[in-house]
Nanobody
């Protein structure tokens, strides 16, 4: 079983920055696919915002492009999401996730969609104050 634990969320003023961290361990099957972050705001659908594949290629949602950077420390099994210029509409629960999708572009659209193809953690709350 794969265990993913997110941290780094919090409350921040609009325009501020946060770095989310995800440590992962356990079942190594995830190494065959991609990883990324998705978020879910109250009453909203999940939104994949950043993904990274085995080649290290990345893909971002248009809503965050240019403001976030995803990276992975393979040695330490840590996934990061650096976020800058945060906006109130970024307020949501953020989840670290894996998916069997081979490319970041594919993964971006399906992160958090089904545990048949991936896993995700408990999430970390990000609140951006106007």
């Amino acid at each position: 079983q794969l265990l993913l634990v997110e941290s780094g969320g919090g409350s921040v003023q609009a325009g501020g920055s946060l770095r989310l961290t995800c440590t992962y361990s356990g079942d190594t099957k995830f190494k065959e696919g991609s990883m990324g972050w998705f978020r879910r705001a109250p009453g909203e659908h999940r939104e994949g915002i950043a993904a990274i594949d085995l080649e290290g290629l990345t893909s971002y949602a248009a809503s965050v492009e240019g403001r976030v950077t995803i990276s992975k420390d393979k040695k330490e099994n840590i996934l990061y999401l650096q976020m800058h210029n945060l906006k109130p509409e970024d307020t949501a629960m953020y989840y670290c996730a894996t998916d069997s999708a081979r490319t970041a572009i594919q993964a971006l659209g399906v992160l958090g969609a089904s545990r048949a193809f991936g896993e995700w953690g408990q999430g970390t709350q990000v609140t951006v104050i106007a």
